[in-house]
């Protein structure tokens, strides 16, 4: 057939010889670009238009990090030639500062369309870490908090669109704690933070990085306060009561991982390092015996849930080593959950296989 009689096929061939055409002058110009950087560094030409060609660079290809190591060096050149200012008196020290400041903000500004672009970049976020470092070394520390301020304004900008993105929650763990330092006058943020992944999860349960994120706090948050052991068992059952909400949807494995999680306070071998060390061993096997029980009920809507039957497993040798071993029942329960294991998880099977062969052999 004919459009406008001009073969349709003869269109599409026009077309792709065009399309090849821009696409040999794209690597045309990037390559020129790759080939003007490397030869201003060779030269020590770390002038503006050398920063120019590196951002023209970056916005192609933002993974090639040795651009973002020149893009470092030209502006660890401006800063130490400001400083050199100061030290000749040709610069005051509050015009540094400001000049300090604007070299600063000008290049988060350029990262901000390039992070909304490739939001799991690594380099993107650390040459911002980078930058705000630089901050906090050359501005007083009133000046370089507010740009880590500004910064984790940004970073809960960016959960929002992605409330899973694990580089956004590693970005911001330490975005937190240098809000938290000495260095910016800083204090705990932890029960913010606590209150901030309840938040992130009540608008998404399957969110793992909020939930590891929550882990890490709340024996952060029990250490500052001074948590006695009433508190600490009052905010396990918090913890617990929770999981259990979340988990009407057994299929999601980020929830299973904390209620793992969880479980460590009443294993003999973890329970030191976990939330509640001060429980009896009474509280423990009672606390294990009632997970159980729950974990059994949702077997009724999720047979086929390789979760369940693996969260079965660990409550019930975590009772075992609480009251000296398993009895017939529990060996031959393991055993069963164990073969469906096998069944619903037949790419770990062999892992199921040796679990298997360890409790027969400590049962024997």
Known sequence: MASHGVPRSATREQRSVEARQKELREIEQYQSLVTEIRQGVEKKDLSPELLDKTSALLKKNPEYYTIWNVRRLIFANEFDNLVNQVQNQHLEEDKKQSQVLDIINHDLYFLFPLLLEYPKCYWI??????????????????GARALWDDELTLVSKMLTRDSRNFHGWGYRRTVIEKLESDELNGQSLSRAEYNYTTKMIGQ?????????????????????????????????????????????????????????NLMSNFDPDT????????????????????????????????????????????CVLIEGKLTGGLSAEMNKNVQTWLEKLKELDPLRSGRWADVQHTILRRTV
């Open 271 to 314: 329970c030191q390092k976990a939330m509640a060390p001060g429980l009896s061993q009474a509280e423990k096997v009672a606390y294990v015996q009632e997970e159980r029980e729950f974990v059994e009920d949702l077997i009724e809507d999720a047979a086929d849930s390789k979760w369940v039957y693996q969260a079965l497993m660990d």
């Open 204 to 260: 998404n349960l399957s969110n793992f990085s909020a939930w590891h994120t929550r882990s890490r706090l709340i024996l952060k948050i029990l250490n500052e306060e001074n948590a006695d052991a009433v508190e600490r068992k009052q905010m396990l059952d918090e913890e617990l009561k929770l999981i259990h909400k979340a988990l009407f949807d057994p299929y999601d494995q980020s929830l299973w991982f904390y209620h793992q």
């Open 125 to 142: 976020w650390n040459h911002r870490l980078w930058l705000l470092n630089q901050g906090s070394f050359y501005l007083t520390p009133g």
